[in-house]
């Protein structure tokens, strides 16, 4: 445990399974490394309608939490891994802004896994199965099924789609709410 967790009896408003990383971004105007991933851009909005939202990731040696210690966010389902780095994305955008291509380098959090959701997060309102492979998604899925009666959700990626539409597809199934955007 990174930070001091919240009361054992706490309700949640909302957990997010999703990564806490480091962003590439380029774009025509330039080039910025930024923290990042899906966890780390669903837990800081989240942050601002309630104090009651937890995170399950896994970071490595060289992640940083002095921006989200600021946002009084529960880490009990936090893991540093100290033998290896924080997931690394890159993101190339086109002159339009609208085409993307994503590199993907999940090194500490290749490991993330079902059983890294702390017993106290399964009494919450909603967990959000952030952007992940879809076959990793149906996994936290399976094993929250049965354990909480928090409403699931997901989002996923278009190159998830085109690359593995049946399990993406069995995903957004078998939740109770989807974020997609409209190119996906």
């Known amino acids: 445990t990174i930070?001091?967790?919240?009361?054992?009896t706490t309700v949640f408003d909302l957990i997010i399974i999703g990564h806490l990383a480091f962003e590439k971004i380029k774009n025509p105007l330039g080039e910025k490394?930024?923290?990042?991933?899906?966890?780390?851009?669903?837990?800081?909005?989240?942050?601002?309608?309630?104090?009651k939202v937890g995170i399950v990731s896994r970071v490595g040696k060289d992640y940083d939490f002095k921006f989200l210690r600021k946002l009084k966010i529960d880490f009990t389902g936090v893991k540093?891994?100290?033998?290896?780095k924080t997931a690394q994305f890159?993101?190339?955008y086109n002159n339009n802004f609208s085409d993307r291509e994503v590199g993907l380098q999940f090194n500490a959090a290749s490991s993330l896994s079902p059983k890294d959701?702390?017993?106290?997060y399964f009494n919450s309102k909603f967990i959000h199965i952030?952007?992940?492979?879809?076959?990793?998604?149906?996994?936290?899925?399976?094993?929250?099924?049965?354990?909480?009666?928090?409403?699931?959700s997901i989002d996923t990626l278009e190159q998830y789609i085109q690359k593995w539409p049946n399990l993406v597809q069995e995903a957004l199934s078998?939740?109770?709410?989807?974020?997609?955007?409209?190119?996906?």
């Not at 540093?80 to 290896?84: G, I, L, P, R, T």
């Open 3 to 8: 930070f001091r967790p919240y009361k054992k």
């Open 33 to 51: 490394n930024v923290l990042g991933g899906a966890g780390h851009y669903g837990i800081i909005p989240a942050s601002l309608f309630s104090k």
């Open 80 to 84: 540093k891994v100290m033998s290896q």
């Open 90 to 92: 890159s993101l190339d």
């Open 117 to 120: 959701i702390p017993p106290s």
């Open 130 to 152: 952030a952007t992940n492979l879809p076959q990793n998604q149906l996994k936290f899925i399976n094993f929250l099924r049965g354990k909480t009666k928090a409403k699931l």
């Open 174 to 184: 078998r939740v109770d709410l989807i974020f997609i955007n409209k190119k996906e």
